[in-house]
């Protein structure tokens, strides 16, 4: 196949058109699929081992999560239709997972409130309608954000509004915002509540990635050089460090220092991700240790807590009783767990929120949270693939804080639940009951998509030039010598 002779652009222009990438779609409803038929079976093992009547509304309930889903997937197909097609799935089956679990604790509960004759409302009704109100925002998210880059010029906006976001709950009464002694709600009488950090977090995460690009050869080479370390001039440097200290201010007299340990990793990450430079991880651990010396001195919370993660055995009856009865659950549960429905989460208190996922470690055991904890990872890994494949640094930067804020989140709450580090009130993505963090993870994985259609996107190719003809009044003359006139010779 060789290319018209005639065209002096055809071998500069004129290839054969590249070859069709992919989109995936049929791949990602397959998945949704599949996910759909675990979280039916999962169903029918907690009705099983709690002794219930087995009826036909679970493939019912199986076949409306499909349909939310599928949902979904069309909005994905005709909005980002280059979209990673793992993506979707994964956190379908991690929030199906989380409706299991949260069904399965109902049925223990109403039990227990059956005995006590008292009246018990289920949590999985009100579950559902976030799950269903979450992907209805995750549809209205992918259709207004067309191109990610267009959040740049918003992002001194949405830095100014995550950090009023923050702040609001520190202002308003206890009675409207405390809750187990973090001041981090907004209470409505007779209505529900709302967490504004879970929305904070994605606007402090836009706003840190636009600042940093536009500043990432400030942060590089300009400023002065203390102790061997080249700073930013601090007019550069002053709206970083204004909005993270506002930022952890905050989240400290709310008493919420796991939100805190939170945007204090997300902040770090992305600095050293700009940047590439390691000095900035070893200043930012340095002011950690000295910020959590100082909580520890401040507040007696933060020390009750520490007191409980080295021993909460001490009190095994008292402040420890929560990591006391996890560790036994976690223990009972063993390699392979206890079966979905046969253990007993219920005991721990906050089992469907801070400690869900220790009921999947007792009722699943190791091998269950591994995989739970393997989907996270996978979740985070193709968020990140996205983020290095696309073009734009915003973009990169972007992604990558978005899914840092994923496993950061997921190791802070793991954590304390297996006493590797003090307990914090963070929920687990997708799988704790609550509004506002399955809204706000929700929004996440939306913008999540829309890079990861913005990196697999063929690119177009460049039109050819249209030649540039001369205007007549520069064109050369050319003088034609009229031929002698031949008609008077035979």
Known sequence: MGQPVSDPLAGQYQTNPPREVPTRRGTELLML????????????????????????????????????????????????????????????????LGLVMIHRLDLAYAAKAAEDGKDFTPYIGKQLLFTLLSLVLFVIVLVVVSDHRTLTRYSYTAGLIGIAALALPALLPSSLSEVHGAKVWIRIPGITGIQPGEFAKILLIIFFAAFLVSKRDIFMTAGKKIAGIELPRGRDLGPLLIAAAACLGVLVFEKDLGSALLFFGLVLVLVYVATERAIWVVLGLTLFAGGAVVAYNLFTHVQTRVQNWVDPFADAYGDGYQIVQTLFGLGTGGIAGTGLGAGRPEIVAEANTDFITAGIGEELGFIGLAAVLMMYLILALRGMRSALAVRDTFGKLLGCGLSFALIMQLFVIVGGVTKLIPMTGITTPFLSYGGSSLLANYILVALLLRISDAARRPATRPKPPVPQQAPIAEAHTVMVQRPPDMGGQQ
């Open 33 to 96: 699929g599949f996910a759909a038929f675990i979280v039916t079976m999962a169903l029918v093992l907690v009705e099983a081992n709690q002794e219930q009547e087995l009826t036909s509304s679970i493939i019912w309930l199986g076949l409306a999560y499909l349909a939310l889903f599928a949902g979904a997937h069309l909005a994905v197909r005709r909005w980002a239709p280059y979209a990673d097609p793992l993506i979707l799935p994964l956190v379908a089956l991690l929030n199906g």
